[in-house]
């Protein structure tokens, strides 16, 4: 079974920087894109960044030239780390993967930036 489980989340002041992590197990991890996606409430959840098995990037808009997302594809995991954080980055981040049995989601982790 498919297992996502996000960490790092918690409260920072506008301008600060925080580094999620997304642990996955039960899958082969590095023949699979993983992406975080953040979840606002009122908002349809959006993509955040996602990264392929090659390693290839891609960003929101929103995001670019501030969040980095990378792989380690020895611990399996799916760091996202982000910078010159803004009050409207403030939601619940989710780690994603569309896997041959389905598409799997974790819990979520909750990012606050406000003063």
């Known amino acids: 079974q498919v297992r996502l489980v996000e960490s790092g989340g918690g409260w920072v002041q506008p301008g600060g920087s925080l580094r999620l992590s997304c642990s996955a197990s039960?899958?082969?991890?590095?023949?699979?894109?993983m992406a975080w996606y953040r979840q606002t409430p009122g908002k349809e959840r959006e993509l955040v960044a996602r990264?392929?098995?090659?390693?290839?990037?891609d960003y929101a808009d929103s995001v670019k030239d501030r969040f980095i997302i990378s792989r380690d594809n020895v611990y399996n995991r799916v760091p996202l780390q982000m910078n010159s954080l803004k009050p409207e980055d403030t939601g619940v981040y989710l780690c994603?993967?569309?896997?041959?049995?389905?598409?799997?989601w974790g819990r979520g982790t909750q990012v606050t930036v406000s003063s």
């Open positions: 994603n993967v569309v896997h041959a049995n389905g598409v799997f």
């Open positions: 990264i392929s098995s090659a390693g290839t990037t």
């Open positions: 039960g899958l082969n991890f590095r023949l699979y894109t």
